[in-house]
Antibody
């Protein structure tokens, strides 16, 4: 069975760094793009960026470029989202999801359970 | 940049009623890349519909999607108690690469 499992909730202070993870199993991890999606409290879904683990090709939404870094370790089928200096405004739920392509029709078909990141002094 | 506008913001209906949710794109999009997701409070989103009208694996047939160009619709033929949730439309393949609508909340009347 396909599974996407994210790392646990984090509580950090402003200025601290953080790296959260997303592990895929039950499918060929390197053959699918993995997306990161932010959901701020009480708000909608916002795409942040996406990585193709086979060659670490990354595309960012312009508003997130320079604010976060997306990477992957294909040897352990895991994608990462990291911050070098967190802000209170980074407080949100972060989801990763596999970009499937059933019949050439791309959609985010398997989602992680989410990682809640709280940034507070 | 493609913008997806969902309406209404909130839909108040009773179990057994029909729900019709709208997703309008700011410019014509390829329907192969239009998807709908359900998000129950406290849970991750779940794929319902891809390619504008294809149901994802395990999705009941009371959920259907339609539309093309700029106007897309998600219809729930008869609302079950577990269907009260937030629904998001999403497009892939343009600038930005992935775009979500603002969501429609379906609440119990």
């Amino acid at each position: 069975d396909v599974q996407v499992v994210q790392s646990g909730a984090e509580v950090k202070k402003p200025g601290e760094s953080l790296k959260i993870s997303c592990k895929g199993s039950g499918y060929t991890f390197i053959g699918y793009w993995t997306a990161w999606v932010r959901q701020m409290p009480g708000r909608g879904l916002e795409w942040m960026g996406i990585i193709f683990p086979s060659d670490s090709n990354v595309r960012y939404r312009p508003s997130f470029e320079g604010q976060v870094t997306i990477s992957a370790d294909k040897s352990i089928s895991t994608a990462y989202l990291q911050w070098s200096s967190l802000k209170a405004s980074d407080t949100a739920m972060y989801y990763c999801a596999r970009l499937g392509a059933e019949g050439g029709k791309e959609a985010l078909d398997f989602w992680g359970q989410g990682t809640m990141v709280t940034v507070s002094s | 940049e493609i913008v997806l506008t969902q309406s209404p913001g909130t839909l108040s209906l009773s179990p057994g009623e029909r729900a019709t949710l709208s997703c309008r794109a700011s410019q014509s999009v390829n329907s192969n890349y239009l998807a709908w997701y359900q998000q129950i409070p406290g849970q991750a989103p779940r794929l319902l519909i891809y390619g504008a009208s294809s149901r994802a694996t395990g999705i009941p047939d009371r959920f259907s999607g339609s539309g093309s160009g700029t106007d897309f619709t998600l219809t729930i033929s008869r609302l079950e108690p577990e269907d009260f949730a937030v629904y998001h439309c999403q497009h892939y393949g343009s600038s930005p690469l992935l775009t979500f609508g603002g969501g429609t909340k379906v609440e119990i009347k």
